[in-house]
């Protein structure tokens, strides 16, 4: 079984920083592309930010002079930093990591989503 579980959600100010992470764990052979993507209420879950294994990162247009993803390989561990937050920021994010169980065998597993609410 894999895991994937996010934290660091919360309520902030405009103009406020918060920190995400997510940590894919079980039975894992390989950690490839982990990304962030959230979603509002009434709205599709979009794309926030994705980072390979080799560390190329792709953010949308939206947040890319203002978020950062990172990940640590020996943790399985991925990171958005999210600063100069704005309330169009606000939404649930959502982890999701491509992990491999076996050299054959990859999916696309989601964590649960951590609320991320920016007050005007």
């Known amino acids: 079984q894999v895991q994937v579980v996010e934290s660091g959600g919360g309520l902030v100010q405009t103009g406020g920083s918060l920190r995400l992470s997510c940590v894919a764990s079980?039975?894992?052979?390989?950690?490839?592309?982990m990304g962030w993507y959230r979603q509002a209420p009434g709205k599709q879950r979009e794309l926030v930010a994705t980072i390979t294994a080799g560390g190329k990162t792709n953010y949308a247009e939206s947040v890319k002079d203002r978020f950062s993803i990172t990940r640590n390989n020996a943790r399985n561990t991925v990171y958005l930093q999210m600063d100069n937050l704005k309330p169009e920021d606000t939404a649930v994010y959502y982890c999701?990591?491509?992990?491999?169980?076996?050299?054959?065998?990859?999916?696309?597993?989601w964590g649960q989503g951590t609320q991320v609410t920016v007050s005007s």
């Open positions: 079980g039975s894992i052979y390989n950690v490839r592309t």
């Open positions: 999701n990591a491509n992990v491999y169980t076996s050299m054959w065998e990859g999916d696309a597993y």
